[in-house]
């Protein structure tokens, strides 16, 4: 466990006069988020000459938000004294759109109160209603291009994903095809809704469902050119029978998969000769099975993706690509559907605090927590 504030700290910062109080979603350990996730209240200074103060509009829960908790991610926040006098702890969360409520002196000339941004990097801590960061910390956004605070909440990690996946795994034209399992995940969407703006086309799988219509209509609606369920695309015969009437000898040059597991390992099976598939995810948890006949007869690629190793890597290039993608939700190609925005008040105690993440959490569904201010 990395401390690297002390109780010194925080109590200077508590005895500062201009301080405002602020709540987190914090833990000590990783483990059930249920065991391990707490609510800390903890004083904000003023910022200094070089900090901006900020505070969060919403901020998501993403699967590799729990995943962080539970230490099964590769990337580990420090824990600190920051928000907690009693013992090192890391603010949950990755994701989240902040507004700026005042700026030092020094920076005065760049931000002003009322700007929008989103972080520059993880491991910050989105779950809490204030803090104090440096410029570096930060992109500032343009909060007029935005329909709603959602797509603003939610633009670094899924829309970033799934142009990386799209743009930069594989040269891919106008009428080339890729395939990709989790359809309905807000990666999926965002690669539909890229893929159409490229004019690629797509086989998009989903769970099967009860009202599984409404939610193929809503993905055509989207721009995916075929959407069927896994248990449609499990049937060899058919599939067989159909997928050279879709394709029309368009080639599937690029598989997504965030599933794993026997679906996936399928899917390579409709992919042209020397196609690549990049896994991002893995909720199945299944392993993901390659026949070798695939690697040997068809040499077919089978890659990785992780955003947060791409962000840390290419830092300028990230931050062009929030821009790019906040014109693009500006130009309506990108919209934000399918998550549900949860009111958490910032007067809530300490208790209600907490319910409102771990309900979020454990229901079934992308969630993203609103802090209001009123
Ligand atoms: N590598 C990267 O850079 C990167 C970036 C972003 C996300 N990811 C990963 O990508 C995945 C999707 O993220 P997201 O935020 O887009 O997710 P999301 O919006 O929460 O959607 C989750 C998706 O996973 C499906 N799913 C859940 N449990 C499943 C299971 N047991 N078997 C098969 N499918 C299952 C859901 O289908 P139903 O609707 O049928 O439940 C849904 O399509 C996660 O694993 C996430 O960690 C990776």
Redesign the pocket.
Known sequence: MLATNTFRQFSSMANNSSKTLAKAIVYSEFGNPRDVLRTATYPVPKCSDSELSVRFLAS?I???DI?QIQGVYPSRPPFTYEVSPSKPSAVAGNEGLLEITDVGEKLKKYFSPGQWAVMASTNLGTWRTRTNLTSDQLIPLDKTAFPSIAEAATLT??P??AY?LLQKIVPMNRGDWFIQ??????????AIQLGKHFGYNSINI??N?PDVDQ?KEQLHSMGATVVLT?EEFMNRAWMKENVGKWTQGGKVKLGFD??S?R?ASEMAKYMTDGATMA????????PLPVPVSLLIFKNIHFH???????KSEHPQEYEKLVLEIQELIRTGVLRSA??KLIDLHETADGKTFYDTFLNAIEQ???SIIQFRYD
């Open positions: 998501p993403n699967p590799s995943n990690v899924n970033c994903t990386c399992d989790g359809a309905n995940s807000m990666v999926g969407l965002a989903i769970r469902r939610l896994d965030c599933v597991g679906v896994t991002y995810g893995a909720m199945s948890r299944q990785g993706f992780w955003v947060t190793k791409w399918n998550s079934h569904g992308k």
